[in-house]
């Protein structure tokens, strides 16, 4: 897509940032969460670092992607838990995959060596995004929850980084 650029969210993002978060949890198959949380409950669960914003030649942002630690013990210090979302309005034009491959870069630069995420098996579109990024298949973690009620599977993806020995 011409003119895209990934940066930095910063706290003057929020507002787009929670409208395409609230817009994909719309979807129904992005996760369980069924509200998208406030600025502060993001910004308190999310890493400082590693949150990034695709925008367009306009400035308007488009799509996001940050991640949270999966662990309080030193042993996985570097295994990250990641979310993608991208404005229904600029789906299908490449900005989550370019998203996935500067959070790929960020997080290898940080000798962060595993990026996970768990996806509804429905998420068509997000198994094929991550499995063109580098992700595979851990598993299906069978009625692993309860979203609108009903119980759903998850699949359980990781990208184990090649280049962090
Ligand atoms: C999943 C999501 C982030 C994909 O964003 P996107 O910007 O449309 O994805 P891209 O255009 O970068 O596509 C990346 C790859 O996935 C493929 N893909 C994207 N949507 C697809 C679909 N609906 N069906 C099949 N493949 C699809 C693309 O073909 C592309 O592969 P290619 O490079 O070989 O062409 C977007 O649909 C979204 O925000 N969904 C709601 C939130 C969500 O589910 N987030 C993930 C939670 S785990």
């Given at each position: 897509?011409?003119?895209?650029?990934?940066?930095?969210?910063?706290?003057?993002?929020?507002?787009?940032?929670?409208?395409?978060?609230?817009?994909?949890?719309?979807?129904?198959?992005?996760?369980?969460?069924?509200?998208?949380?406030?600025?502060?409950?993001?910004d308190a669960t999310r890493s400082a670092a590693h949150r990034l914003v695709?925008?367009?030649?306009?400035?308007?942002?488009?799509?996001?992607?940050?991640?949270?630690?999966?662990?309080?013990?030193?042993?996985?210090?570097?295994?990250?838990?990641?979310?993608?979302?991208?404005?229904?309005?600029?789906?299908?034009?490449?900005?989550a995959r370019l998203l996935l491959d500067a959070l790929i870069a960020a997080?290898?630069?940080?000798?962060?060596?595993?990026?996970?995420?768990?996806?509804?098996?429905?998420n068509v579109a997000s198994l094929a995004l991550h499995a063109r990024a580098?992700?595979?298949?851990?598993?299906?973690?069978?009625?692993?929850?309860?979203?609108?009620?009903?119980?759903?599977?998850?699949?359980?993806?990781?990208?184990?980084?090649?280049?962090?020995?």
């Open positions: 897509m011409n003119g895209l650029l990934i940066r930095p969210m910063v706290a003057a993002d929020a507002d787009r940032v929670l409208a395409i978060y609230r817009a994909g949890l719309d979807g129904g198959d992005a996760s369980f969460e069924t509200v998208a949380p406030t600025w502060a409950e993001f695709a925008v367009d030649d306009t400035g308007a942002v488009l799509g996001w992607v940050a991640v949270s630690p999966t662990s309080t013990r030193p042993v996985y210090a570097g295994v990250v838990e990641h979310s993608v979302y991208v404005d229904p309005a600029a789906r299908g034009r490449g900005v997080t290898e630069a940080a000798r962060i060596w595993t990026i996970q995420s768990g996806v509804f098996p429905e580098g992700f595979r298949v851990v598993g299906v973690r069978e009625r692993v929850g309860r979203h609108h009620g009903r119980w759903r599977d998850v699949v359980l993806l990781e990208r184990r980084s090649a280049v962090i020995d």
